[in-house]
């Protein structure tokens, strides 16, 4: 059957097209899209659909549009010869398509709600996110909480992806991991079962929400010195070939290696500049999450000595955004004191048992600055 005319890409350019539909169902797509599109009413594709309209109805960016419709047979046949414009040959956008991109990111959550709030909802994805302060002030729980929160299922808000974590320190306790990713998956399954606007179906849902569903998508990397640590980071646009549901990638730390050994600081730099560049390009390029665990050290200013993150001025222009954390009267607190969109501020969070949670309730609420 031939369909009218339809409008394509803009101003004078029309087409006859061949009515194409394919299943979603039957679309080599991960699950989170697939999701995604059967949620907003999509049980097939039709190759002639335009990506903007795609983007706009499914709430996903333009690049995700343009890939699923890129599956449909009838979207590679009956385009050939399409002139496109100059600026998409070198990958242009328009204010439209960036506007669309930054309201379809994802976040993931922190299990505290305080330091969700001032980071707009979480961590986000297509940005690296710095996470430094002193020692035993929570960095590596708050990097595990959110390696298990990334794989909450899109049924119950999250994003149902997986996680890389990469290990420098040797850090990472598995037995405090499972402890975490008991605690969290109690508190999803008891909110599946309370929650009547949820339409889940548990027994399904417990496949998917265990510990050791959680645990086994947690992709684990230790590393012992700086060749290691560059020659993972290099390596990881292969891995995500064949891990393509992999939305959050956490170094801890950046900083190990690269404190030490270094004669050569201009090296240490470049190699650090190289390090930020690639993440960034995986997190904008594979739409996940980088968090960076760094340390402090102590600089000497006209006021004497002054906690402040390590790897020098240069380093603290590599990441989106830097949350501090720091001790203030026994209490934990986490100050955003770096980020392109949301304004600097201070929240209260607490690490228990259950892994990062609400501080208690004589703390003080998120505060602006």
Partial sequence: MLLPLVHLYGPGVWRQEEEVLMDVVALPLPPSLRSKLQAAGYSTIDGSISPVQLARDVSITHEEALGIIKLVPSFNSTRIGFVSSGSADFGGQSAWDLLRNEKARRRIVTSCQELDSILGGGVCTKEMTEICGVPGVGKTQLGIQL???????????GLGGHAVYIDTEGSFMVERAVQMTESRVNELMKKASVDSQLKVNLENLKREVNVDHFLSHI?????HDATEEVAVINSMEKFMVDHSEVRLIVIDSVTFHFRQGFDDMALRTRLLSTLSQKLMALAQKHDLAVVVVNQVTNKVTSEGLE??????????HACTNRLILYW????????????????????????????ITDAAYSYKKAKYT
């Fill in 147 to 157: 390696a298990i929160n990334v794989q909450i299922p899109i049924s119950l808000g």
């Fill in 328 to 355: 203030n009267d026994g209490q934990r607190l986490a100050y955003l004191f770096k980020s392109p969109s949301l304004p600097n501020a201070t929240a209260a969070y607490d690490v228990s048992s259950r892994g």
């Fill in 219 to 223: 992709y684990y990397f230790r590393i």
């Fill in 307 to 316: 906690v402040v993150p390590a790897l020098g001025e240069s380093w603290s």
